[in-house]
């Protein structure tokens, strides 16, 4: 495999234009104890479907409580996507404000010597110390995209009822540059920077790019949300810049936060994004974890999301 690069708004392989068209796994442990699927089998059956990605969560809180979580379990990932011609995004899934230190969903957490450790732990000098070993590990692989953080958030100001500090684009920027440069000391792979809001504020973004930075892509995410609705004003205003859309799904499920359809959500999205030429990712090749494209593993069946991902490989 040949790495990515970017020459203006385009990912390019060897000359030629790349879209990255993948799914995101959910956590690896997750995956292998509570829904009991192999990960080489998992990423074989990605690869066979037609998807050219993967994207694999790395939970923060994996890293600090599990010992050799990287070089041991990222590690049979990346190499097992490589073997299979994936491109392999490497996302560091803190969600949260990094600022402030102040993690979302404190419903999932391990516990250490009496004292939680959050999977989604926004702690800054955590990522720092990921991202560091990441790059190292993994710099030099030609498969592999770096995504520095998975969702910081807010924005410009306070949510109570989340309790979650303000966090400004101008201060969030300033810790994305801090990871940016602790990856490009060890490798000049692809990078893939998220916005503040949960991945979405792609204007603040336009306004003031990373462009003192060489191959740099820009994440988006997007849900059928009320605070999604202007999604396609946000991908507008970054068009002279490459964007991977690192998350994105709905369900059929009416219980579902993300309950939508095809014709009022995914269709007018995903066709926008082939009209544009944007690469995408879809959430979550999982039977459990939300929204999902796997209906179920045994026998295995997609969801009507899974289903109508596929129509798309090849547009």
Known sequence: MQAIFVNKSKLIVNDQEILL?????????????????????????????????????????????????????????????????????????????PLHNETRLKEYFHVHNHKKIFWYLADKKIAIQGIKQLSESFGEMPNVIFEIYNEPCPAEKNVSRLNLSALPFEKWKKIAVELIKIIRENSNNLIIVSSNYWSFNLKDTAKKPYDKFANIAYSFHCYPLKNNKNWKEMLE???????????????????????????????????????????????????????????????????????????????
């Open 237 to 315: 205003s970054l068009k002279k810049f490459p964007i991977v859309v690192t998350e994105f799904g709905y369900d059929t499920d009416e219980k579902s936060q993300y309950k939508s359809s095809y014709k009022n959500y995914l269709k007018p999205f995903i066709e926008y994004l082939t009209q544009k030429q944007i690469s995408w990712i879809g959430w979550c090749f999982s039977a459990s974890w939300r929204p999902r494209i796997v209906s179920k593993w045994e026998p295995f069946k997609l969801s009507e999301f899974g289903k109508h991902l596929l129509e798309y490989l090849d547009q």
């Open 21 to 97: 068209k993948g799914v995101s796994l959910p956590d690896p442990y997750w995956l292998r104890d509570k829904e009991k699927q192999e990960i080489k089998e998992t990423i074989s059956l990605i690869k066979d479907l037609g998807f050219n990605t993967v994207r694999i969560p790395i939970l923060p809180g994996h890293f600090v409580y599990h010992k050799g979580f990287i070089d041991k379990t990222i590690k049979k990932i990346a190499d097992t996507c490589l073997e299979r011609g994936l491109y392999c995004i490497l996302d560091w899934h803190a969600i949260g404000n």
